[in-house]
């Protein structure tokens, strides 16, 4: 939450300075670039608010916890970058194709862009570093959108300097660039998309989760199969289940133990894994409804 906060602050900067920048640099891929950085306002906003709603503890309407307010807001930045990308491709697109009256852009408008780039990559991987650790989906999200900020800056800057450099006639220049930068962005927008919706979908995690959980399971003493094993991702924390085979001549007690034990390894194994379901039945002897 201080990382999505800290994005607010830094995108609110960026917008105001670019926009400025641009309208008094004669630079319309600048301003369409300080508009990006304004829709990133919002969803950094819509990031903080979700892994708020998601950090709230367990209650009687939620029973498994608030984490899936991650991966929605995740859906919804990942719908906004797309939506701004194809809003700004019909811009740049319409500049293009009408008369380009106004001057070339001024060269002060490259050393904003230059700053705006080294900012917004170094918060990118800060915030990646973040979303790794954690496994957030959402603070995954907002780091794609840094990224695909930087990546804007990066084609309006090409784009000025072409224009700056070519003089009279390549005013246009940074619309084209404006343009290659907005598929980029598309793109970026539905790669964001998948995963959040995969997750909403209870899609199982990366193999070696479900791996590690099984072999904690199987390091438990009394512990001689493990037949079914299931791990579902709910905001940062994962939920396993799982049927455990023990000796059918043990006590209801001591099978119990057993499953407790188990419990603990896995969390122990993994921190990520908030709780675990574990169901005991004798080896050899499933369990068959009458």
């Given at each position: 939450?201080?990382?999505?906060i800290?994005g607010?602050?830094?995108n609110?900067?960026?917008?105001?300075?670019?926009l400025?920048?641009?309208?008094?640099?004669?630079?319309?891929?600048?301003?369409?670039?300080?508009f990006?950085?304004?829709?990133?306002?919002?969803?950094s906003?819509?990031?903080?608010a979700?892994?708020k709603?998601?950090?709230?503890?367990?209650?009687e309407?939620?029973?498994?916890?608030h984490g899936?307010?991650e991966?929605?807001?995740?859906?919804?930045?990942?719908?906004?970058?797309?939506?701004?990308?194809v809003?700004?491709?019909?811009?740049?697109?319409?500049?293009i194709?009408?008369?380009?009256?106004?001057?070339?852009?001024?060269?002060?408008?490259?050393?904003?862009?230059?700053?705006?780039?080294?900012?917004?990559?170094?918060?990118?991987r800060?915030?990646?570093?973040?979303?790794?650790?954690?496994?957030?989906?959402?603070l995954?999200?907002?780091?794609?959108?840094?990224?695909?900020?930087?990546i804007?800056?990066?084609?309006?800057?090409?784009?000025?300097?072409?224009a700056?450099?070519?003089?009279?006639g390549?005013?246009?220049?940074d619309?084209?660039?404006a343009?290659?930068?907005c598929?980029v962005?598309?793109?970026?927008?539905?790669?964001?998309?998948?995963p959040?919706?995969?997750?909403?979908?209870?899609?199982a995690?990366p193999r070696?989760?479900?791996?590690?959980?099984?072999?904690?399971?199987a390091?438990?003493e009394?512990v001689?199969e493990?037949?079914?094993?299931?791990?579902?991702?709910?905001g940062?924390?994962?939920?396993?289940?799982?049927?455990?085979g023990?000796?059918?001549d043990?006590?209801?007690?001591?099978?119990?133990?057993?499953?407790?034990?188990?419990?603990?390894?896995?969390?122990?194994?993994?921190?990520?894994?908030s709780?675990?379901?574990?169901?005991?039945?004798?080896?050899?002897?499933?369990?068959?409804e009458e």
């Amino acid at each position: 939450m201080k990382l999505a906060i800290i994005g607010i602050l830094v995108n609110l900067v960026l917008a105001a300075i670019k926009l400025l920048a641009g309208w008094f640099g004669n630079s319309y891929a600048l301003i369409a670039d300080g508009f990006e950085s304004t829709l990133d306002i919002a969803a950094s906003f819509v990031i903080w608010a979700g892994l708020k709603v998601a950090a709230l503890p367990a209650d009687e309407t939620h029973p498994y916890g608030h984490g899936k307010a991650e991966p929605v807001s995740a859906i919804i930045v990942s719908l906004v970058v797309f939506g701004a990308a194809v809003a700004l491709t019909l811009q740049s697109i319409g500049e293009i194709l009408a008369p380009h009256h106004r001057s070339a852009p001024k060269p002060f408008t490259l050393i904003v862009l230059v700053l705006v780039v080294i900012i917004k990559e170094t918060l990118y991987r800060i915030v990646k570093r973040a979303g790794d650790q954690s496994q957030s989906t959402a603070l995954k999200t907002d780091a794609g959108h840094h990224r695909s900020d930087a990546i804007t800056s990066v084609a309006a800057m090409i784009g000025i300097s072409v224009a700056v450099i070519g003089g009279k006639g390549y005013e246009a220049a940074d619309n084209y660039a404006a343009v290659f930068a907005c598929a980029v962005i598309a793109y970026n927008g539905i790669k964001l998309f998948i995963p959040a919706l995969y997750e909403i979908l209870d899609t199982a995690p990366p193999r070696g989760v479900i791996e590690t959980v099984r072999q904690s399971a199987a390091s438990i003493e009394g512990v001689q199969e493990i037949e079914k094993c299931k791990v579902r991702k709910m905001g940062v924390e994962f939920y396993a289940d799982l049927h455990v085979g023990v000796s059918g001549d043990i006590s209801v007690r001591d099978g119990h133990k057993i499953a407790h034990r188990v419990k603990n390894a896995i969390r122990k194994g993994n921190p990520a894994i908030s709780d675990v379901l574990v169901h005991v039945e004798p080896v050899g002897e499933p369990y068959q409804e009458e």
